[in-house]
């Protein structure tokens, strides 16, 4: 029985070594800490995100087109159009010399603009920020982008009217 003990003392004398070394380990739970800090502070932050948009908003796209419409008679030189986009109050507090500006190129080559995600003021009330590009004649020269903010209402049935120029 002696022999038998020695073998049992034995087996159990050899101590285990651990696979990972203990700067290894160390850096693995550094990372874990880390990580579970990083995700604790940015989980609110994306909480906190609310759509202000809703894409299920029927006016909202009508509102959009209609800026769209109206920007696009701007850059067009299509003045007829665009003033028949007009409530009748813009068209009265408007000079029409102000308005014959707006629509004129006068010796602009290319114009174009830029509508940035709207916002609902009031039912039937929109308001887009936008910016006007021009480029002037063959000289390549650029006039400095003009930013502004274009208002549309619900003028009708069907019908979108732009309430504030850009």
Known sequence: MPAATAAQELAFDVQYQSVISKPALRRWKSVWLFLSFVSLFTAPLFARMKAEFTAHDPDYVCALSAANRFLYAWQANDSETGILMLTDRMKQRTREEALSDFFSSSGMVFQSFEIGR???LAP?????PVTLFQRIGNTGKLTPP??????????GRDDWAIDRLP
């Open 146 to 155: 003009r930013a502004s903010v274009l208002i549309v209402v619900h003028a």
């Open 118 to 120: 709207g916002r609902k």
């Open 124 to 128: 039937g009330r929109y308001k887009f």
